[in-house]
């Protein structure tokens, strides 16, 4: 195990008495002593080695000592002059990332495809956002990022940005060329921030692309529970070059994250960090041997198609952690495969959307995860055989470009009502609204609402997506004299 987990159970085994938070106490007799059920051996374990910032354990906002160490060896894991345990996911580093880097009312070039989060930050700052729209695909809908030459185009109409955010990989495993990118930015004194919470993985073999930090981002952020080998809610944040002061960077992560950090998440930081250090070499070729056969067997499938990406800044190098299911329109929608497969097989994708669904692989997968997946898909798409009978996956998610009425900050601090959303058309939306998971914004607020983005609305909620910012009783706008 970690060293930090190593330290939290050498303590908790000797008999100190907790007259400290939390609660619980350490005491084993809370579920049951001796414990035995699953249940009850799972909260003694998880009670035991739940301890606060007591005398020897150090603190994480004013690390001297096992945390300090610990953030040492993920930075030099990643090859990056600092790193910061995020328990807060990666949400808290992308709004640390945004307040450390760009001053209150100041200007933000983001990616319209940016997580809710970095909206957040943008709105809590007061930003004046610009936004990069990204290309997609056709048939599907799928984002393809933006290339160099809309990030030059942004930079050259505001000259004045402070930083450049962008998502790389995407949640759909597109990655950007990021160091042409950097060196561009770096020459204008304009900082790089890349959301990278889905390319923790970047960098760790020969058989992926390269990481974010090594192509020159000033501020990087990692999801570690992403697609490494670690709890949900455990993320990095890394911070390179002389952009961005350090100091302020730990003020902002100070605020966004809480002030008694679970030492349970962040022994497991540390233990997915000395996993990844001592993973074996064999490991990593299994997964890329196990992901070029699945992706080899399934280019036979007559009605679905796989979408494996590639990351665009080495040639033909795969992102090995997404592959993208796409079923032949008017056969099967993403929607209805991905229900199919959970039902009749068991298997969870991460994602559906009308057009395709999204599967996420790590090093940790069993051969037999894929085994199942193929055989799966093999005879759903055999299945499919005979005349097309529906036009249910005919819906694209296309981000639109609503035009802007008032600041994000400004919108949500208005008079607001509630109204059905086929009253809604030219109305300023007070609320996000988000097809979730990714949780990329179709509307956010302060945006006018057009009867197209209503349409859309209405054909995703058909196709069975899940979205925030709407409901039964319809959408929250900015009451005005209109």
């Known amino acids: 195990m970690g060293e930090i987990f190593d330290r939290l159970d050498d303590y908790c085994r000797q008999d100190y008495v907790p007259f400290h938070m939390p609660g619980h106490k350490r005491n084993p007799d809370l579920y049951g002593h001796p414990a035995n059920s699953i249940k009850e051996q799972f909260f003694t374990q998880w009670y035991m080695h739940d301890v606060t910032e007591i005398e020897g354990f150090d603190n994480l906002h004013a690390p001297e000592g096992m945390l300090q160490e610990g953030m040492k060896r993920a930075a030099d894991l990643y090859?990056?002059?600092?790193s910061f345990y995020l328990i807060n996911g990666s949400t808290a580093g992308v709004l640390a990332a945004i307040s450390a880097t760009v001053p209150q009312k100041e200007k933000l070039i983001m990616m319209r495809n940016s997580h809710k989060s970095a909206y957040h930050a943008a709105m809590l700052r007061n930003l004046n956002t610009v936004f990069l729209y990204s290309n997609?695909?056709?048939?599907t809908g799928i984002d393809l990022s933006v290339d160099f030459e809309t990030i030059q185009n942004a930079v050259e109409q505001n000259p004045d940005a402070k930083a450049v955010l962008v998502t790389s990989p995407t949640y759909e495993g597109i990655s950007l060329d990021l160091k042409p990118?950097?060196?561009?930015?770096?020459?204008?004194?304009?900082?790089?921030i890349v959301d990278a919470a889905h390319g923790a993985h970047f960098g760790m073999a020969e058989y992926l692309p390269q990481n974010a930090i090594a192509s020159g981002a000033d501020l990087v952020i990692h999801s570690l529970h992403k697609t490494l080998p670690a709890p949900t809610q455990t993320a990095l944040l890394h911070l390179n070059g002389n952009l961005v002061a350090e100091q302020t960077v730990r003020d902002y992560l100070a605020i966004y994250q809480s002030s008694s950090p679970s030492y349970l998440l962040m022994a497991a930081i540390d233990h997915c960090i000395q996993?990844?250090?001592?993973?074996?070499?064999?490991?990593?070729?299994?997964?890329?041997?196990?992901?070029?056969?699945?992706?080899?067997?399934?280019?036979?499938?007559?009605?679905?198609?796989?979408?494996?990406?590639?990351?665009?800044?080495?040639m033909k190098v795969p992102e090995l952690g997404k592959m993208v299911i796409i079923p032949k329109k008017g056969w099967m929608s993403g929607v209805e495969l991905s229900n199919c497969l959970?039902?009749?097989?068991?298997?969870q994708p991460e994602l559906a959307m009308p057009g395709y669904l999204l599967c996420i692989m790590s090093v940790m997968d069993r051969t037999e995860y894929y085994e199942r997946l193929a055989i799966a898909l093999e005879e759903i798409d055999a299945s499919l055989e005979g005349e097309v009978t529906q036009e249910t996956n005919d819906i694209d998610v296309i981000f639109l470009h609503p035009e802007s009425v008032m600041?994000?900050?400004?919108a949500m601090s208005y008079p607001q009502k509630r109204i059905a959303l086929t009253d809604a058309a030219n109305r300023i939306t007070a609320a996000f609204v988000c097809v979730y998971p990714p949780g990329q914004p179709l509307l956010v607020p302060g945006e006018r609402v057009t009867p197209e983005m209503l349409q859309q609305i209405e054909q995703l909620k058909r196709a069975g997506c899940v979205l925030t910012g709407v409901d039964e009783q319809g959408i929250s706008v900015c009451i005005t004299e209109d």
């Open 79 to 82: 090859h990056s002059e600092h």
């Open 136 to 139: 997609t695909e056709e048939e």
């Open 181 to 192: 990118i950097a060196q561009y930015l770096h020459n204008r004194g304009i900082a790089l």
């Open 275 to 314: 996993m990844m250090q001592n993973l074996p070499r064999i490991q990593w070729q299994n997964y890329y041997e196990n992901r070029r056969k699945l992706s080899e067997r399934l280019k036979k499938l007559q009605h679905i198609r796989i979408y494996d990406a590639f990351s665009l800044h080495r």
């Open 342 to 347: 959970i039902r009749k097989y068991h298997i």
């Open 407 to 410: 600041p994000m900050g400004e």
